[in-house]
């Protein structure tokens, strides 16, 4: 499970209330009684450019999910499960009230808004943040009680954030056939042969993932996620990427100009109204495109149809599959040599939750084709685990003791793939009863998934279930996602696939999902185990496909915390045929000490 791409900081509750004043005061020079600002950018970007993170910012709340409202005289923060714990921690003094958002009784954000503002009242809103269906979402609700919805072009936070950072400049690099596996070209003929069918001429494309994607681009321009700042128009015989031409090395510019004409990024505004003027037919995708596009692209046909890209990019191919599985295998080599390493140095004392993330990084660092971190790595020891989004700062920092368990979430980008796994371990001697069925049972489920066979149309919603069943048994359960989709040397949350509550869109052959059930005793500790899993054709099937999973990730699971007469028959032998395969992709890129210590790690149970 990815962490939140923002850094957590310290934000001290004073400067919080001080910087909301200042919002309200710009507020009332407007004339308006409520203010949204969302945890995305004009991209609907879900991690993002330090110069945009606005709600952070304003609120202190740092996680990668949430909206703030603010009004005359109150603040609300919507945000998940995963976030809960570190919410209430981060917002205490602030006078930003909590909502849970994935609780039933928690009022939406406009359902709230409602019963704060009264007939003539506004709420003001950045339409590049807002899609057009949230816009009518908040016009509905307010215009029950004769309160209005205002697009504000000026963002007001940026109007108080006298030190916000300037927009990220990093250069943009090809990435390689042999690792894509599709140029270009390929790639944009199969996406105007969609755009055609759906009945449109041009496709806009705001996301940055897609973008990189489409156009095999690479940047650095959001911590953790190769991708650059931009938008694109598809059209039916030029592409157009708009992007900031410093960011474009002459060499890339070359080899882009046989398919793809480059504009400033700033000129996009002009390009969606001269598609407007000229009535074209312009397929937007209204899950990712923002108010403002809409409001530019006035005149044109609108096309709101799910961007052909996404459920593209989210089928790998043959070689990005390859990829995602070598990339594993150096994964797994660092991950085996930094639990030795724990194993061993934490009796001696010294380590921390930083300082053994930093030590992890350094070893996968030492992998070929490590281009960092897929996400800020959650280390959290003890009651720190069991905060589901944890990272430490410098504040909450604590040593690891030879006594507990820590969990580890993390990951690395690679040339040729994204990893993303977590490992809960024991760090004592032994673990109490409660730990070792919890842990078992999240294991359990997490098998149970992995062992799934499933016919074509069936979703994520409908596999959910099988990573909880054991948990529930229990009268147990975890308050976030079983899986989301992982990008291929890309952002590692990618849809349109998942195993949640949500996972309504059919798992489809080379989707690259999560298996990550968990558990968590709060102020005590947290245990979740995560692997990476490949979609493919299942050995069964009457006629009609069928597909099952196949696991991606190479790490030893703790055995220690297991409790054996808790795992069915099927389960131990997937357990122990698991490690086996383990041993035998690992051991020929370890010597000594490792080796000796992953045979001792992958025994059977």
Known sequence: MARSKTQRRSTKSPSVRVRIDALRQGMRKLGLSAYLVPSTDPHQSEYLPECWQRRPFISGFTGSAGDVVITRTKGGLWTDGRYYLQAAQELRGSGITLFKAAETQTPTKAAWLATQLGKGEILGVDPRLVTTAQVAEYETALGEVGAKVRGVDRNLVDAVWPERPAMPTAPIRLLAKRFTGETTASKLRRVRKEVAEAGAEHHVVTTLDSIAWLFNLRGADVDYNPVAISYAIVGPKRAALFIDPAKVPQKVAAALAKHVDLHPYRDFGAALQRLGRAKRAVLVDPATSNAWVARRLRGAKLVEKASPIVAMKARKNDVEIAGMRAAHVRDGVAMVRFMRWLEEAVPN?????????????????????????????????AEHGAIIHYAADEESDVP????????????????????????????????????????????????????????????????DTLARRSLWDAGLDYGHGTGHGVGAFLNVHEGPQSISVRGHVPLEEGNILSNEPGYYAAGAYGIRIENLVVVGKAAVGNGKPFFAFDTLTMCPIDTRLVEPGLLAPTERAWLDDYHATVYRTLAPHLAGADKRWLRRATRPV
């Not at 070893?363 to 790595?377: A, K, P, V, W």
């Not at 032994?430 to 998934?449: N, Y």
């Open 349 to 381: 004392g010294g380590v921390t939750e930083i300082s053994a993330a930093d030590e992890l990084e350094r070893l996968r660092s030492e992998g070929e084709h490590f281009q960092g971190l897929s996400f800020n790595t959650i280390s959290g020891y």
């Open 400 to 463: 690891l003791r030879a006594k507990g368990i820590y969990l580890l979430d993390s990951g690395g980008q690679y040339l040729d793939g994204t990893t993303d796994i977590t490992r809960t371990v024991l760090l004592g001697k032994s673990a109490s009863k409660e730990q070792r069925d919890r842990f078992t049972r999240v294991l359990k489920g997490h098998i149970d998934l992995a062992l799934a066979v499933f016919p074509q149309g069936v979703s994520g919603i409908r596999l």
